[in-house]
């Protein structure tokens, strides 16, 4: 069975500018979450998908954006880069909802975004 | 709001000695707890789970932790680590809203 894919591997970008990142979840998942990873910060939640709908929200600004389409694969857009938004930016996927035995999360192995 | 607390930052550990880190959370309702390993260029991976019954949990590679839930804690332990266990290690914890939330991560150094 194929892994999380996400694409692309890495992004530079410019202030100012948007930028969409891509997640194709484990075949058979429903659910995808984005996080993004930074030095000292951790995994920090974006949001969470399940079924075309986000169920739950991190504390970011609204320049943070995403969707799930009906195959499952998720999209996530970032608008008005700012340099705080480099990190690495992960994606992961479950069967059902995080949080449910049995349903552990698969990450891929992300996107490094750089904004200068 | 929930929140997850990792202590130690950068661990730093000579091959055979024991190995424990801290996790401690903030939620007053029922959690389910986890510990993510990510190796370096691997992607992030499932070390083990606690969703309910024995509070001592194994998990793969001699891994285990324990869940407290007096001190809101589930620390990580190993008795005798490997080079191979050098990696980054995250604590999660998820509630009955399905956000699951990790800590800010654990750096373990093991020296051969």
């Known amino acids: 069975k194929a892994g999380v894919t996400q694409t692309p591997r890495y992004l530079i970008k410019t202030r100012g500018q948007q930028v969409t990142l891509s997640c194709s979840p484990i075949?058979?998942?429903?659910?995808v979450s984005w996080y993004q990873q930074t030095p000292g910060q951790g995994l920090q939640f974006l949001f969470e998908y399940f079924s075309e709908t986000q169920r739950n929200k991190g504390n970011f600004p609204g320049r943070f954006s995403g969707r799930q389409f009906s195959n499952s694969r998720s999209e996530m857009n970032v608008s008005t880069l700012e340099l705080g938004d480099s990190a690495l930016y992960l994606c992961?996927?479950?069967?059902?909802?995080?949080?449910?035995?049995?349903?552990?999360?698969?990450f891929g192995n992300g996107t490094r975004l750089t904004v200068t | 709001a929930q929140s997850v607390s990792q202590h130690n930052h950068h661990v730093i550990l000579s091959e055979a000695a024991s190995l424990e880190l801290g996790c401690n959370y903030s939620?007053?309702?029922?959690?389910?707890l986890f510990w993510y390993v990510q190796y370096p260029g691997q992607h992030l991976q499932l070390l083990l789970k606690y969703f309910s019954g024995d509070p001592l949990v194994k998990g793969i590679k001699g891994f285990e932790a324990e869940f407290i839930k007096s001190k809101f804690s589930f620390n990580l332990r190993k008795p005798s680590v490997q080079w191979s266990d050098t990696a980054e290690y995250f604590c999660a914890v998820t509630s009955v809203t399905g956000k699951l939330i990790f800590g800010q991560g654990t750096t373990l150094q093991v020296k051969p």
């Open positions: 992961a996927s479950s069967l059902d909802p995080p949080g449910q035995d049995n349903s552990p999360l698969h």
């Open positions: 939620y007053g309702g029922t959690v389910n």
């Open positions: 075949s058979g998942h429903r659910s």
